[in-house]
């Protein structure tokens, strides 16, 4: 008996993960999101054939491991090339936002935690929340990974 097969053909981007059938070809588009609820790299998943006439399961795995802000750099080449330059703009701040909000938690949390001689992880998770709090949408400032976009949209939303 042979085993489910993987999807040979992927791309990946920050937001999809985009695999043809290896039994029909159809390209499927799975939402990271709304399709997977899952937002770290697929190192291995099976999932189903979004092709209504074939619906057989198949292996997805080769993901990105790349960083949230070098997804959005990269996703911009196939912006540029289909001439979507305010879109490659858009991705071009939002990865901005996202490297400075890592560089905010590596600064502030894991480089103290990693010279730390006790490794104090109770600690470090009390400080990550406090951070979090500290930095969260209700006190006016962007939250850690939230984009300005969504930021000012919630903002305007609540006036
Ligand atoms: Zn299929």
Redesign the pocket.
């Known amino acids: 008996m042979a085993g489910i097969p993987y999807a040979e053909e992927i791309q990946t981007t920050y937001e999809n993960f985009t695999a043809h ?1 290896p ?2 070809g ?1 390209k499927n588009i799975f939402n990271r999101a709304s399709d997977f609820e899952y937002l770290k790299p697929i190192a291995h998943k099976q999932v189903v ?1 979004l ?1 209504r006439d ?1 619906g ?1 399961p198949f292996i997805i795995s080769g993901d990105s491991i790349n960083s949230a802000f070098e997804m959005l750099i990269y996703d911009c080449y196939e912006l540029r090339d289909a001439k979507h330059y305010a879109y490659c703009i858009l991705n071009l701040a939002q990865a901005f936002e996202v490297f400075f909000s890592q560089y905010l938690r590596v600064q502030l949390l894991y480089r103290p935690f990693a010279s730390d001689s006790d490794q104090n992880i109770e600690q470090l998770n009390t400080l990550t929340n406090l951070l979090y709090e500290k930095i969260k949408f209700d006190s006016d400032f962007p939250e850690c990974g939230q984009t300005s976009q969504s930021y000012l949209a919630e903002k305007n939303q609540r006036r």
């Open positions: 059938c039994m029909c159809f054939c092709n074939c057989q």
